[in-house]
């Protein structure tokens, strides 16, 4: 029989990263690995309020009410996926002396119905094995069934002192007003994409690799506001990277995204009206299986370049971190061209259609019709 004498996880940190190494005792020996095949986002999660990144005011929030002892009893944490409602949950339990033994997390999702809660219902009024709080995370909360939120709202209305709950979701209109009155209610804030840029390089560099700005700025887009989806993508280029330097290039090989070149074909085609070239460029994109919305919002993200570099020329130095140079050189030149068809006007039509895409019955048309709307190849 295989005899392991003991196993631990030892974290280090090194400038609010975490690094993590399993150590084990097998047969009289010591062994060290490290836990590379973590997923990022949670070998790089924040274990302390000060380590949280982009929800500043709820983490000054949170610290000034545990301060002052003031800790309510139940906690509402709304925001878009992967914007650490989770993760500030898990630090809250911390902060106020919640151990492991004491942490339940419930995700609502596959635990929404009527059973499920009465059974949590009957364990809340049973005290804490060895902290002052039990805490209590219902994870995916809008999943809950009606019968379930009425299974719950007794016990928020006249919970223990020890029972403390924090219900995260990411849909706060699906939550019933009669939960949402019982709560502290913290609505979390997408990242921006210069701190998830930021993450990326930093991230990057910890685990041995180098990203160009292009690729680190091409990264953050992707991610789309969510620092786990941002890691998520993180994660496959640089396991699938066969250097340590990762270009713009790899990026887009990697994750599936538009060439630049193809972007800015399209680019090329609406500042020059040119309607058939226009469609031949989405026709390009949907036969690769590009994603419209994908393409769409690096378009967007190049046309603001091009409106910013025309009306704020200081933005200039930001920008050319953000492209490469053939790319910055030609939204550079756009701007100067003043009988170019880029304008705030084209910006607005281009990101009202940006939601239709998903829902659309063939995908590359909400961009197929704009197309004809914004080059006036439709009479109105």
Known sequence: MVR????????????????????????????????????????????????????????????????????????LFAGSRGTGKTTIARILAREIGCSTNDLYEIDAASNRGIDDIRALRDAVPVVPLESPYKVYI?????????????????????????????????ELEKVPETIISRCQVYAFKKP????????????????????????????????????????????????????KEVSVEEVEMVTGAPKGGLVNDLIFAIAARKVE????????????????????????????????LRYAPETEKTFVEE?????????????????ANISSVVLSELLAVYDAVPRAAIAQLPLELVLLKICKAEKQ
């Open 138 to 170: 219902i994870d995916e909360a809008h999943m809950l069934t009606k019968e379930a939120w009425n299974a719950l709202l007794k016990t928020l209305e006249e919970p223990p002192k020890h029972a403390v709950f924090v219900l995260a979701t990411t």
């Open 277 to 308: 070239k226009g469609i031949e460029v989405i026709r390009k994109a949907a036969e690769q299986d590009i994603d419209m919305q994908t393409l769409l919002r690096l378009l967007l993200h190049k046309i603001r370049a091009i409106m910013l």
């Open 323 to 339: 492209f490469v140079a053939e790319d910055f050189e030609m939204l550079k030149k756009i701007s100067r061209d003043t009988e």
């Open 4 to 75: 392991i004498d003991f196993f631990i996880c030892v974290q280090k940190r090194n400038r609010g990263l975490i690094h993590e190494s399993a150590v084990f005792s097998f047969d009289g020996r010591v062994y060290t690995v490290r836990m590379s095949d973590l997923a990022l986002y949670r070998k790089y999660r924040p274990h302390t309020f000060e380590e949280v990144l982009g929800q500043e005011h709820i983490v000054k929030a949170l610290q000034g009410s545990i301060g002052q002892g003031n800790i309510a009893h139940a906690y």
């Open 192 to 243: 921006s994409r210069e701190l998830l840029k930021d993450l990326v390089m930093r991230i990057a560099k910890a685990e041995g690799f180098k990203l160009e700005p292009a690729a680190a700025d091409l990264l953050a887009l992707l991610g789309d506001g969510s620092f786990r989806d941002t890691q998520g993508i993180l994660q496959k280029v640089i396991f699938s990277s066969k250097d």
